[in-house]
């Protein structure tokens, strides 16, 4: 930490999160933290692995896979994963995104040699059969049904997906296809396994109640001996960027109609990547926000609204979701929306609703804080894509150091008409 990030940090009174990192002999990065005085530990492991790293006629493997590490391993039955850890106190889950897969234990802190024997034992070697390869590609397709096929707007990811990124490795929805899902056979996971589900490409960060030298023992007694596997070059991630609006009408099983706006941002970590989530809280969160005051509130006109930013390892989206009033007009809709973001372009953001946007995001950096997951799946994240795990204490202070006029210049950057995707949602 720079002496001038040190000197904001002690202004703003952050409190710092002691932590230890280390690499063991076969690639795999670990970091320590002994934080809280509970007694409970949480293990996270991500890879640095998601749908991006999949093959366009093999979509959605990564997500398969997640479902599957919790079926058996080579030394554990299946069903008995979750048997054992909560018999044990523990608790686990995951998740994938486009970039990576992240799985978490917590567990009592006497009780840490249990969750790394058995999240070790998932990756010691590959135990998938065929039988739970079928079980979870049904559980899959059921999800898919659940929340796409038969949800209202449940094909927004699909359909902008394809639309933002083409036949980019982000154009295809972390779910996948469900051809493709049916078509997979278990040499397909196999090959992904043993490619991505590697140490080198895999950090665990262990956060609670710890002895440090005690933990570096375990985790290189569990994890050491795990092959390092075969190095391989990540695919080069290409897109292009939208120079003219992109607009089109969805016919879909809905009762109000949504208008669904996308621009392109950088990277996650970016300056203006930075700029833009203080601007959509000025745009978008609470009832003093722009949009709901203007356009829920004082209009009518909507029935929800809302944007959000997704970022990103390789670049992120602004959305802005509005779900209309039955019998109101989306051209009026979109035209409001506009209204609120030129008048941002143009400079107009009031000290109040800038310094309330920071105070949110002082407190959600200090929540972040408050557990032991959170913090050990930030430390992953962290260390994954910036190898930098001190920005768990100071990267509240790239929104702080913000200004109005960055807010603004990154607006006038990203927000136009001629650079986005909007997509209406229609009943059929």
């Not at 949480?42 to 998601?50: D, I, K, P, V």
């Not at 398969?64 to 554990?76: A, K, Q, R, T």
């Not at 008048?343 to 972040?368: L, Q």
């Not at 930030?378 to 994954?384: D, E, P, Q, T």
Request: overall charge negative; proline content about 2%; some cysteine.
């Amino acid at each position: 930490m720079s002496t001038i990030q040190l000197a904001k940090k002690i202004k703003y009174n952050i409190p710092s999160v002691d932590f230890k990192e280390h690499t063991l002999d076969n690639g795999l990065r670990v970091v320590m933290s002994k934080f809280g005085n509970i007694p409970v530990v949480a293990l996270n492991t991500t890879f640095h692995t998601g749908s991006k790293d999949e093959e366009n006629d093999k979509t959605g493997m990564a997500h398969l896979l997640e479902h599957l590490m919790f079926e058996g391993s080579p030394n554990v039955p299946r069903g008995q994963f979750d048997d054992i850890l909560t018999r044990n106190g523990g608790e686990s889950n995951a998740y994938t995104t486009r970039d990576s897969t992240s799985y978490f234990i917590s567990v009592p802190s006497n009780h840490i040699e249990t969750a790394m024997w058995l999240d070790s034992d998932r990756i010691c070697g590959f135990g998938i059969t065929e039988e739970s390869l079928e079980i979870q590609k049904d559980v899959v397709l059921e999800e898919k049904l659940f929340y796409v096929d038969n949800s209202p707007y449940g094909s927004l990811e699909e359909v902008s997906s394809k639309k933002l990124f083409g036949g980019s490795s982000y154009g295809w929805s972390v779910i996948g296809n469900m051809e493709d899902l049916r078509r997979l056979k278990i040499n397909d996971l196999k090959h992904f396994f043993e490619k991505h589900y590697t140490p080198s490409n895999a950090v665990i960060s262990v956060v609670g109640d710890i002895d440090y030298d005690k933990t570096l023992r375990l985790l290189d007694k569990y994890y050491g001996n795990i092959g390092s596997g075969t190095e391989f070059t990540k695919s080069n991630f290409a897109h292009s960027e939208i120079r003219n609006e992109i607009r089109e009408n969805i016919y879909d099983n809905v009762h109000l109609e949504g208008k669904f706006i996308f621009y392109k941002l950088p990277e996650d970590g970016t300056k203006d990547y930075y700029a833009m989530n203080i601007l959509n809280s000025i745009l978008s969160d609470g009832e003093s926000s722009r949009f709901f005051n203007e356009i829920e509130y004082k209009s009518g006109l909507v029935n929800e609204i809302d944007s959000s930013i997704f970022g990103m390892e390789c670049l992120s989206i602004f959305n802005i979701t509005a779900i209309a009033m039955k019998g109101k007009s989306m051209d009026e809709i979109e035209s409001k929306i506009d209204e609120i973001i030129e008048d941002v372009k143009s400079g107009n953001i009031s000290d109040r609703e800038f310094s309330k946007a920071r105070n949110r995001f002082e407190t959600y950096f200090s929540s972040k804080r408050q557990s032991v997951i959170s913090i050990a799946d930030k430390f992953s994240y962290l260390k994954m894509f910036y190898n930098d795990c001190s920005k768990i204490n100071f990267e509240i202070l790239d929104y702080m150091s913000l200004t109005k006029s960055d807010l603004i210049e990154t607006a006038n950057k990203y927000l136009n008409k001629n650079q986005r995707l909007v997509l209406n949602y229609l009943p059929k």
